[in-house]
């Protein structure tokens, strides 16, 4: 069964590095998205993108942040210069069709460590 | 920001019962709603959803159902398993938008 797939599972930086979080989403997948989980608290939409662009975006996605599709398989996210408060589990997501009755299918994340 | 709200922490329920989780919402503009399991270490995979045009789905040992009008949803599982044993978040989306805002989940714990 197909699934997202992200690297690494775990990245440990210090505060002010750059780090570029990586996807693999389904590969008939249309539409691409990045949520986060700090320890303790819900699960926070970040961005979405369709046909290469942003289409939505979160108070949380300042210009600290930033996606791209480098290719057609990959979906990175991209935190410029990182703070404390960036620790959490990144997820990346995956649909297939816009509107209101798709399903975004999740990867198993990845744990960044700012310290 | 409570746009989606569970407000039950945790459930325990006996092998072979039936498992009912509950989830409330208060953004009327939602009008599509998913569930979703968690294990540790693992992403979110998405179980069941419903569209606000029915009041209910059902797949399997797993029913959601829908009330618009107390903007109120929950999932049903039955016979419950072990292997259930997860947290479970409930989600919702609007038409327009398609970022998932996420309820604070409820750990289920199956007992043998």
């Known amino acids: 069964e197909p699934e997202v797939t992200q690297t690494p599972s775990h990245q440990v930086t210090q505060m002010g590095q750059e780090v570029i979080l990586r996807c693999v989403p389904i590969?008939?997948?249309?539409?691409f998205y990045w949520y986060r989980q700090i320890l303790g608290q819900k699960v926070e939409f970040l961005v979405s993108?369709?046909?290469?662009?942003?289409?939505?975006k979160s108070e949380i996605f300042d210009d600290q942040f930033s996606v791209e599709r480098p290719d057609g398989s990959n979906f990175t996210l991209k935190i410029r210069s990182t703070k404390l408060e960036d620790s959490a589990m990144y997820f990346c997501?995956?649909?297939?069709?816009?509107?209101?009755?798709?399903?975004?299918?999740f990867g198993p994340g990845t744990r960044l460590t700012v310290t | 920001d409570q746009q989606v709200k569970q407000n039950s922490p945790s459930l325990s329920v006996q092998e072979g019962r039936i498992s009912i989780l509950n989830c409330d919402y208060t953004?009327?503009?939602?009008?599509?709603f998913l569930w979703y399991k968690k294990y540790p270490a693992e992403g979110p995979t998405f179980l069941i959803s419903?569209?606000?045009?029915?009041d209910k789905n059902e797949d399997g040992r797993f029913t959601v159902f829908l009330n618009k009008s107390a903007k109120h949803l929950s999932l049903h599982i039955v016979p419950s398993q072990p292997g259930d044993s997860a947290v479970y978040f409930c989600?919702?989306?609007?038409?327009?938008?398609?970022?998932?805002?996420f309820g604070s989940g409820t750990q289920l714990t199956v007992l043998p």
């Open positions: 997501a995956s649909s297939y069709l816009r509107g209101g009755s798709d399903e975004q299918y």
């Open positions: 590969s008939n997948h249309l539409y």
């Open positions: 993108f369709y046909n290469n662009e942003i289409s939505e």
């Open positions: 953004n009327s503009m939602f009008d599509y």
């Open positions: 419903i569209s606000s045009i029915k």
């Open positions: 989600a919702a989306s609007d038409g327009s938008a398609r970022q998932l805002t």
